[in-house]
């Protein structure tokens, strides 16, 4: 594992990042409310590109793993748009909660039980707000 300060800081905000987002997602899902947040195509391609170079920049195989995913979640919203037949609706929202589930995965490792504490909280906090949101 890279010792490098930065890395290890982008870590512990991967974390908490994952469980916001994976809570978002499950909310999501359980409310009815569909995926969540897709960009439009053009800049869904944007986000491939940033993925990729995300990808190829980190050395911790979960941040490497989950901003692949990212990059292949965002060329399937891409893909109406180059031509590409029509996607399953879960589809993106599926690789949304993987991708969270890669960053939490980054982030967990060598944590306190405060941090993991607060993270697991992030993520109730995200899948009750999201409920509550979708349910008025």
Do not use: T, Y
């Not at 490792?109 to 992030?122: E, M, N, Q, T």
């Amino acid at each position: 594992m890279n010792r490098d300060p930065g890395a290890e800081v982008f870590r512990r905000a991967a974390l908490f990042l994952g469980a916001g987002l994976l809570g978002i997602q499950v909310g999501a899902w359980f409310s009815g409310s569909g995926g969540g947040f897709v960009p439009p195509p053009a800049i869904a391609l944007a986000f491939v590109v940033g993925g990729l170079l995300c990808a190829f920049r980190f050395h911790d195989r979960w941040l490497r793993a989950a901003f692949v995913v990212f990059a292949l979640e965002h060329l399937i919203v891409a893909s109406p748009m180059m031509g590409i037949g029509p996607i399953a609706a879960w589809l993106p929202g599926a690789l949304i909660a993987i991708f969270a589930l890669f960053l939490v995965l980054a982030g967990v490792r060598r944590r306190s039980g405060g941090v993991l504490v607060g993270a697991a909280a992030v993520l109730v906090a995200a899948l009750v707000l999201k409920i509550v949101q979708v349910s008025r």
